[in-house]
């Protein structure tokens, strides 16, 4: 981890039990949608799609996405799930579901 973010995450672990909790898991959703956004942001710039609205959106999706499977990813920690079922996976999802909702509508399939 970089230092940078390993001060930021030693900021919240002084705190009380459910607020630290809730400081780190804030801290690490933000930064992996900080990094599936600019993937979008990318996407969208190299097919020539790069719009406002269109990169709200998939912001949006791609916090629907990460926000409950990070959330469930800490209370599943301990158990013998194997991490591409609840890190990559999700991630994976929320970048191609967001890439799809970015999509101008001439790109978008019709029947699905």
């Not at 969208?44 to 791609?62: C, M």
């Not at 800490?74 to 158990?79: A, R, Y």
Request: hydrophobic residues 55%; contains cysteine.
């Amino acid at each position: 981890m970089n230092v940078r973010f390993q001060s930021l995450l030693g900021l919240g672990i002084g705190l009380n039990f459910p607020a630290s909790l809730l400081y780190v898991s804030l801290i690490y959703i933000a930064a992996v949608a900080v990094i599936l956004w600019t993937g979008l942001g990318i996407y969208l710039a190299i097919t020539g799609g790069f719009r406002l609205r269109r990169l709200l959106r998939g912001l949006l999706v791609i916090l629907l996405v990460v926000v409950p499977s990070q959330v469930v990813g800490i209370f599943l920690n301990g158990l013998p799930i194997p991490p591409v079922a609840t890190t990559w996976l999700p991630l994976f999802l929320a970048l191609w579901l967001s890439m799809w909702v970015g999509r101008p509508e001439r790109q978008r399939p019709l029947c699905c």
